[in-house]
């Protein structure tokens, strides 16, 4: 086996392809609902030109985001040219990524209506009257959603076509704000903390500067976390089970 | 000429009537005209116009005023020519010697008519210090100079009655917001003759700028005026944590002070690079963060040790990712300091990594920097399970090419991207990991074994 490796490993290395680029983190928001590219590394970051306007939510994979506007789904291509663009719900959106990264399941809280995100367009799943704080893709028709409910959250696993298929898997005593990762983790913030869940149920705490009031995706691994009474933006990158704080540059639009 | 003046009570004095003026208003000058009284350590002073009422030229040839403590202390130059209804202004001044009545004979061209004026006995106001006394007279100034701010500065003054009759103190008081009495000045009393009272008056401004104030005796006012200076701010000093970073690092920035600020104020951090080559373009992630860009403001408060940024007591940097000199200048009132990093040339920095498998082939990419944009060769070494370097063995690649490509268009300084993927005919599930090495002018770097 390992010879048969080798030996293609060797016969194919000259046909190997090489890149260099620029590293990607993912985008972030402006004050004024703008969204840029965020290239860098962990403590060098640059904010870049405007990709789109008039955003509510926005999730970044790979390069490549899915965009919220008020009434329109956009996704935009690494190249930050716009690759798709539906007619949405008004509102904001949840999103989650299957495991390539592909945005797969977007959610629409204003009307409690799950879609799933297909080449073609939106297709939509089914819909939910509780609310929904945050949603993940599980993989094999499996989703999972976190629900607050009487002060806590609760997640509940479900298969996204079929409406009698909740699984309530977990109660959370804690109400602060929740986050999808990929690969079905969970970060939630209560209080000076961060919570991460990871995909078996465990948890790990982190301690935060200040009370945490509030997390979004910046990419894959990296998440902003907002800081009562601080205003630096605070990027927390999450390798593993290693969570690492560092400053933003403030954007300025 | 005269009696026909004084009977139509205007004096017209060789075709030139004259007037004494007084604020305001204006009075025909009899031919004894009294000027009112004044202290005896004041000057008086009276203003005169001699006034052409005719169509014709008349000329001022003749302008005097002779009497004890009497000078002119305004006139024009003689001859004067007034055009018919012009007008020339004079001022008459006494200068008392002492308690009395005097008189003097005031002469226009020709004519002439008697001055008489009072002066009475008062407190004399001595300003005194290390080399003496100044008599002071109404209207004099008392200059404090310059004071900082928060900072006293007194004056004595010393009041005394040279006369022989007892005289009283009705009103002592200062006016102006940055002036004050200082504690033991007299109050109401009698001063006997040869008595004297001393006592301080004080400039202690809050505030910068030009100050003015009265110091008011017995109804004579003395003007009172300072100029109150911000105290010199304290010399700043740039705090670095960490102390000597290198390139790619965050950096909390702190201004601290070399002795507690006396006075509040605001001040500049600037930061400038210079990468160390001449060729290679600027780097935009060196910068503050928040707000950001190169030059930030700070303030500080009287009584602070620290600067403050909007706030906060730093503000974060980014040290970037090319090699070179980055200097912080902060600028606080008169001084400037300055603070050099020198971002010395690093073998290449690794900062990510992230391998995927497929059935067909294995992708490795990596995010990292080199700060000196020099990348050239890079290995990979690819694992089996059991630990052993799979055959070939190492795999080199020369991309020096490829990353001078990359470097020449990129605007982000020595940060990359790198994705390397190997197609494979094989099982390519026998590969466990890899390790990667990459070699720039400085030295070669070697990630740990990355699992697939």
Not at chain 1, 82 to 104: I, K
Not at chain 1, 205 to 212: C, K
Not at chain 2, 209 to 232: C, E, K
Request: negative net charge.
């Amino acid at each position: 086996m390992v010879r048969l490796l080798v030996g293609a490993i060797l016969a194919l290395a000259g046909w190997a392809q090489w890149q260099a680029g620029a590293p990607r983190i993912g985008c972030v928001l402006d004050p004024n609902g703008g969204l840029r590219p965020l290239w860098g590394i962990a403590g060098n970051f640059v904010a870049g030109e405007r990709l789109a306007e008039g955003v509510i939510s926005a999730a970044c994979r790979d390069g490549r985001a899915v965009v919220k506007l008020d009434g329109e789904l956009l996704l935009v291509d690494e190249r930050g040219v716009v690759s798709g663009r539906w007619q949405a719900p008004p509102g904001p959106a949840l999103f989650a990524h299957d495991a390539a990264g592909r945005p797969a399941l977007v959610y629409f809280p204003e009307e409690g209506l799950l879609c799933r995100l297909r080449g073609e367009g939106l297709e939509p799943l089914r819909s939910f009257e509780d609310e929904v704080a945050a949603i993940a893709w599980l993989g094999q028709d499996k989703a999972l959603r976190a629900v607050r409910r009487h002060g806590g959250i609760e997640l509940v696993e479900f298969a996204p076509h079929d409406p009698a298929s909740d699984v309530p898997v977990q109660t959370l005593p804690w109400d602060g704000p929740v986050l999808a990762l990929e690969g079905g983790r969970l970060l939630l913030g209560d209080r000076s903390q961060l919570l991460l869940r990871q995909a078996d149920g465990s948890f790990r705490s982190y301690p935060m500067p200040a009370l945490v009031t509030g997390l979004r995706t910046l990419g894959d691994g990296w998440v902003e976390v907002e800081l009562a009474a601080r205003p630096q933006r605070i990027a927390v990158r999450i390798a593993g089970e290693e969570v690492a704080l560092f400053a933003l540059p403030e954007v300025v639009p | 000429m005269l009696l026909l003046a004084a009977a139509t009570s205007v004096l017209v004095w060789g075709q030139l009537q004259l007037s004494l003026i007084e604020g305001a208003t204006e009075r025909a000058v009899a031919e004894v005209t009294d000027l009112g009284a004044t202290d005896a350590s004041d000057a008086l002073e009276a203003r005169f116009r001699a006034r052409n009422p005719t169509a014709n030229p008349v000329v001022l040839r003749t302008l005097s005023v002779a009497g004890a403590g009497f000078s002119l202390a305004s006139a024009p130059a003689l001859p004067a020519s007034l055009a018919g209804g012009a007008s020339i202004d004079f001022i008459v001044r006494l200068t008392p010697a002492g308690p009395g009545v005097y008189s003097a004979v005031l002469t226009v061209n020709a004519a002439s008519v008697l001055l008489r004026a009072r002066a009475v006995a008062g407190l004399v106001v001595w300003l005194e210090d290390n080399r003496g006394r100044v008599r002071l007279s109404a209207g004099d100034k008392v200059d404090f100079g310059q004071a900082e701010v928060g900072v006293r500065v007194a004056r004595r003054v010393v009041l005394e009655n040279p006369h022989r009759e007892s005289l009283a103190l009705d009103q002592l008081s200062v006016e102006g917001g940055a002036f004050r009495l200082a504690d033991g000045a007299p109050s109401s009393q009698r001063f006997e003759s040869g008595q004297e009272a001393a006592f301080e008056v004080t400039f202690a401004p809050q505030s910068p700028g030009a100050q003015t104030g009265r110091l008011v005796v017995n109804g004579r006012s003395f003007f009172l005026t300072g100029v109150a200076m911000a105290p010199p701010l304290p010399r700043p000093a740039i705090v670095l944590d960490p102390a000597t970073p290198g390139s790619g690092r965050q950096v909390r920035v702190r201004i601290r002070l070399a002795e507690p600020a006396r006075t509040a104020g605001e001040g500049e951090l600037r930061l400038a690079f210079e990468p160390a080559a001449p060729g290679w373009p600027d780097d935009p992630a060196i910068a503050f963060l928040a707000p950001a860009g190169r030059v930030a403001r700070f303030s500080i408060e009287a009584g602070a040790s620290e600067a403050g940024f909007g706030g906060r007591e730093e503000i974060v940097m980014q040290t970037g990712t090319t090699a070179g000199r980055l200097t912080l200048t902060a600028r606080l009132g008169e001084h400037v300091e300055q603070a050099t990093l020198a971002l010395a040339p690093l073998p290449v920095q690794v900062d990510s990594t992230r391998v995927v498998r497929s059935s067909n082939g294995l992708e490795v990419a990596l995010a990292g920097f080199d700060n000196t944009r020099s990348v050239s060769r890079v290995v990979f070494t690819f694992y089996g399970a059991d630990g052993r370097v799979l055959e070939p063995g190492p795999i080199a690649v020369d991309l020096a090419s490829e990353f001078r490509r990359y470097f020449e268009s990129s605007a982000l300084g020595g940060m990359f991207a790198l994705r390397a993927v190997f197609p494979v005919t094989g099982d390519a599930g026998a590969a466990a990991g890899v390790e990667v090495e990459l070699t720039n002018s400085v030295a070669a770097t070697r990630t740990s074994r990355i699992g697939f």
